[in-house]
C-alpha cells in the first residue's frame, strides 16, 4: 500500500513539474506574442514613412526593409552574377533571349541575372512585388515590372517564353501557389522551352537547420527530389537536379559515419531543378 502511494505521489509530483513548465512555456509564448505586435507596429510606421500608406497584409516585411535584408546577407551584385553564370547555357541551348521567346525572371530581385542576360545580349524581362527592387532595376536600364507573380503570369499569353526563371523563391511560396506557377509557367513557354528554379539545398544540414530560417520570408526548405516531382507532376519533362555552392572544402576522417557527417554539413548549399516543355 505504502509503495502505491509513493507512486502516486511520485506521479503528482511529475506532473506538478510538468504543469510548471507549461506555465512557463505559455508565458514566454506571450512575452512573443507582444514583441511580434510591438514589431509590427513599428514596421508599419517605417513603411508609412517610406510610401505613405499601410503595408498590405500579406506582405512579410516592408519592400524597403527586406531590400535592405537582401543587401545584407544576399551578398554582392558580382558575386551572384558570377554564380548565375553557369545558367546562360541553359538558355543558349534552347534558343531563348531573343524578341520571339524572350526570358521572364519571376521574383527579379535587385536585378542580378537580369542584367547579366543583358550584357550577354539575351532579350529578358523580370517581375517582383517589391517596389523598391523594381526601382533599383529600372535604374539600372532594365524591364521589371512590379506585380504579384501568379497574377502577372495569368496576364500574358500562352507561348510567350523560351525560359522562365527563378532565383530562391520557390522557398517563399505555400504548395497551391507554387503549382499554380508551375502550370502557369508550363502554359506561357514555347515548346522546348527551359525553367530554371534555384533554392536553397536543406540536403546541407547547416542551411537546412539554420541558414533557410535566417530569411523570416521563407516558408519551409524543398527537398530537392520533391521540387523535381512536382514539376514533372505538372507537365515538365527531362527535368534534372543540378547541386551548387558547396559550404567549404570538407576533410575527411576515413569513418564512415563521421565523414557523412562532414559531408552533409560542408555539401552544396544550394540547387536548382531544371526542366523542359515538351
Not at 62 to 87: L, S, T
Amino acid at each position: 500500500m505504502r509503495h502505491n502511494e509513493h507512486n502516486v505521489l511520485k506521479t503528482n509530483n511529475e506532473l506538478t513539474i510538468i504543469l510548471d513548465e507549461q506555465k512557463k512555456q505559455a508565458r514566454t509564448l506571450d512575452d512573443l506574442h507582444s514583441k511580434i505586435k510591438d514589431m509590427d507596429k513599428k514596421l508599419t510606421s517605417i513603411n508609412r514613412e517610406i510610401f505613405g500608406e499601410e503595408p498590405k497584409a500579406e506582405d512579410h516585411l516592408p519592400d524597403a526593409m527586406y531590400a535592405a535584408f537582401e543587401d545584407q546577407f544576399r551578398g554582392r551584385r558580382e558575386d551572384i552574377k558570377e554564380r548565375q553564370r553557369i545558367y546562360l547555357a541553359y538558355i543558349k541551348e534552347v534558343n531563348a533571349g531573343t524578341k520571339e521567346a524572350p526570358v521572364l525572371d519571376l521574383g527579379c530581385g535587385r536585378g542580378e541575372w537580369l542584367e547579366l542576360l543583358k550584357e550577354n545580349e539575351f532579350v529578358a524581362e523580370g517581375v517582383d512585388s517589391n517596389s523598391v527592387f523594381i526601382k533599383m532595376c529600372s535604374e539600372l536600364g532594365l524591364d521589371a515590372t512590379e506585380s504579384d507573380i501568379i497574377e502577372y503570369f495569368r496576364s500574358q499569353k500562352e507561348k510567350t517564353y523560351g525560359a522562365i526563371t527563378g532565383f530562391h523563391i520557390v522557398e517563399h511560396l505555400p504548395l497551391t501557389d507554387l503549382i499554380n506557377l508551375f502550370d502557369e509557367a508550363l502554359r506561357t513557354l514555347i515548346p522546348g522551352g527551359v525553367v530554371i528554379f534555384e533554392t536553397p539545398n536543406p540536403e546541407n544540414i547547416i542551411m537546412g537547420s539554420f541558414y533557410f530560417y535566417r530569411d523570416p520570408s521563407h516558408l519551409k526548405p524543398i527537398v530537392p527530389d520533391t521540387l523535381k516531382f512536382l514539376l514533372e507532376q505538372r507537365g515538365f519533362v527531362k527535368s534534372i537536379i543540378k547541386r551548387l555552392h558547396p559550404r567549404t572544402e570538407a576533410e575527411y576522417t576515413g569513418n564512415k559515419y563521421i565523414d557523412d557527417i562532414i559531408h552533409s554539413m560542408n555539401m552544396e548549399m544550394d540547387y536548382s531543378v531544371i526542366g523542359y516543355k515538351p
